[in-house]
């Protein structure tokens, strides 16, 4: 059965960091890219971070986040975390982790290529 769980996500102030977690299982985790995506209310899914399938592998950010937020996975605990940091306001959304549809690729920020996806975790972040 696949299962990607997230959790982390909560009421920060703006300036202040969060981490999130998303624990995968049934999807062969140690061989597919993973990505973070988020959607804020009224407004499209927009592409947030994405990682290899090896642990020390290639990233890639969306514009937005540069800069501020790291994507890192540990295929040992097949997780993937999402270090937030320098957070803003327009930073609040819920925080979606997807896995790719096929196995040993580079990661893409296009959502179509991820086929396993998780419920969502929320993030506030107040002014």
């Known amino acids: 059965q696949v299962q990607l769980v997230e959790s982390g996500g909560g009421l920060v102030q703006a300036g202040g960091s969060l981490r999130l977690s998303c624990l995968a299982s049934?999807?062969?985790?140690?061989?597919?890219?993973m990505g973070w995506f988020r959607q804020a209310p009224g407004k499209d899914r927009e592409f947030v971070a994405a990682?290899?399938?090896?642990?020390?592998?290639?990233?890639t950010y969306g514009d937005s986040v540069l800069g501020r937020f790291t994507i890192s996975r540990d295929n040992a605990k097949n997780t993937v975390y999402l270090q937030m940091n320098s957070l803003k306001p327009e930073d609040t959304a819920t925080y979606y982790c997807?896995?790719?549809?096929?196995?040993?690729?580079?990661?893409?920020?296009?959502?179509?290529?991820?086929?396993?996806w998780g419920q969502g975790t929320q993030v506030t972040v107040s002014s």
């Open positions: 997807a896995g790719d549809r096929e196995r040993f690729r580079s990661p893409v920020s296009d959502a179509g290529r991820y086929d396993y």
């Open positions: 049934g999807i062969n985790f140690g061989s597919r890219a």
């Open positions: 990682i290899s399938w090896r642990s020390d592998g290639s990233t």
